[in-house]
């Protein structure tokens, strides 16, 4: 069987399953009846046809989505130094070892609770998603940096490998699949984590804040599109950057770098 | 010259090497033959400055350029064979520069171009040996360099880094006598314990 083959074969499997549970769902609702308890997911789509015609619906998503994703960099960004760093100093990350282990032992709410008191609601969500991936980026990338083949250090050391030439051959390479399985990880954490910031510091014009109506007014309905809009952009979101870490590695390991 | 003197390695309580004293002469070849797990590949990662000797000195390669194929063939598996090369040159060197040297020990082709990961055991070897031979070294480390190439392939690239050590300063590791009196120069025996001669071939 060739591969295109197989893949339409799973392509359409899929979405066999997600109608398969799309009926049941439809099914279950119509059995109840009621949509305060379970709304049917016509009814659903019928709401989202709604909002996505509204302005407001955009710059609720924009808000919240700017502020998730930026935590999520920052802790990229952060944890990669302060692995690196780690890395090459046993002191920094003996300094280190508790600090992260108490953020990952902490409950998301105090933080949330926490950070409210600290920085307000409008930057809570950056803050908490930050917190969230941080740990895991950072304990990720360390691991990869100490688990980096110590022959091939070795022989970089007898060569007089610059710094430079050592550090594109050999530590990415070795470590970009522990940064991925991070961030993969880290993807996830920040959207859970971040809507439920929102939805405990009810930053204006917030999903979370649009979750919490949606609590207040028992509309199943509208908490049922929300979710929906945060699993798209989510796993929109997760697409994207796996296509554009895939497109980095091939190019990082390529020998293109080597002229 | 590099000079050797009451040299001692332990590893827990184990003495690998103990108390060696050698001479290796500058631009001569210094053949180590002894059983496995003597103290061959120790004593060349001493020299190497990648294990620090427990006692004893070892002097005359302060500040020298080193060069070396390991027991392994340590080459980066998703780059090609130019690029592990490149990797330990320290200016531009000529494509067409490499690819004669690569020529001569029998590797041309798509080869080159695949990742050395997708290469066999032999190839890697010459690829890993093209390397030593091509990085600018006043010292060079040869740990069973021949290792898992066929009779036929071995005998060139033997000519090959023949060619190449000329007038450098070599520690050459072999199990095989034949490799010794293929390359001549100094011999040292009886590794562990003090070396009881060292004479010329």
Same mark, same amino acid.
């Given at each position: ?117 600290? $920085? ?35 022989? $970089? ?11 594109? $051959? ?90 | ?19 060696? !004293? ?11 033959? %002894?059983? !496995? ?5 120790? /004593? ?10 427990? %006692? ?10 080193? !060069? ?24 531009? *060197? ?25 290469? !066999? ?20 480390? /040869? ?51 003090? *070396? ?6």
């Amino acid at each position: 069987m060739t591969n295109s083959t197989s893949t339409s074969k799973r392509r359409i499997q899929r979405i066999l399953v997600l109608l398969f549970w799309l009926t049941v769902w439809q099914l279950a609702a119509m059995a109840i009846g009621q949509d305060l308890f379970l709304v049917s997911p016509i009814e659903v789509i019928k709401i989202l046809f709604h909002h996505v015609q509204m302005i407001s619906f955009w710059s609720t998503v924009a808000y919240s989505f700017v502020r998730i994703i930026s935590g999520f960099f920052l802790a990229i960004i952060t944890g990669v130094l302060l692995a690196v760093i780690s890395a090459t100093n046993s002191i920094v990350r003996a300094i280190l070892e508790p600090f992260f282990s108490v953020i990952k032992s902490i409950p998301v709410a105090s933080f949330i609770i926490l950070v409210l008191i600290w $920085a307000g609601s409008s930057s809570l969500s950056v803050v908490i998603s930050f917190l969230m991936v941080l740990p895991i980026l950072y304990t990720n990338v360390l691991q990869g940096v100490l688990h980096t083949d110590r022959k091939l250090l070795e022989m $970089a050391k007898v060569f007089h490998i610059p710094f430079r030439k050592k550090l594109g $051959a050999i530590y990415v390479p070795e470590t970009l699949p522990y940064f991925s399985t991070g961030c993969k990880l880290g993807i996830g954490l920040c959207w859970k984590s971040g809507i439920a910031a929102e939805v405990i510091g009810l930053p204006t014009g917030s999903i979370g804040e649009q979750l919490y109506q949606a609590k207040i007014f028992l509309s199943t309905g509208e908490l049922f599109s929300w979710t929906f809009v945060i699993i798209i952009i989510s796993f929109s979101f997760e697409r994207f950057f796996f296509w554009f870490l895939g497109h980095v590695e091939r190019r990082l390991l390529s020998d293109t770098i080597y002229g | 010259m590099v000079e050797i003197k009451n040299l001692v390695k332990k590893f827990d309580d184990k003495r690998v090497i103990d108390d060696l !004293s050698v001479v290796l002469k500058e631009g001569r070849i210094t053949t180590v033959m %002894g059983t !496995s797990g003597c103290g061959k590949t120790t /004593l060349a990662m001493m020299l190497l400055g990648l294990l620090h000797p427990d %006692g004893g000195t070892i002097k005359g390669l302060e500040g020298k350029r080193l !060069s070396a194929v390991f027991q392994e063939d340590r080459l980066v598996e998703n780059l090609s064979a130019v690029a592990n090369i490149k990797m330990v040159l320290d200016e531009e *060197v000529d494509l067409e520069v490499i690819l004669r040297q690569l020529a001569e020990v029998e590797l041309g082709g798509e080869l080159i171009r695949k990742p050395t990961g997708q290469l !066999s055991g032999g190839q890697k070897r010459r690829v890993a040996i093209v390397r030593a031979m091509m990085a600018n070294s006043d010292f060079i480390c /040869l740990d069973e360099p021949f290792k898992g190439l066929d009779v036929e392939t071995k005998e060139k690239v033997m000519a090959y880094v023949k060619r190449k050590i000329e007038g450098k300063t070599v520690l050459f590791i072999t199990h095989d006598i034949d490799e010794q009196r293929y390359f001549g120069g100094d011999f040292i025996g009886a590794i562990p314990g003090p *070396v009881c001669e060292i004479f010329p071939f």
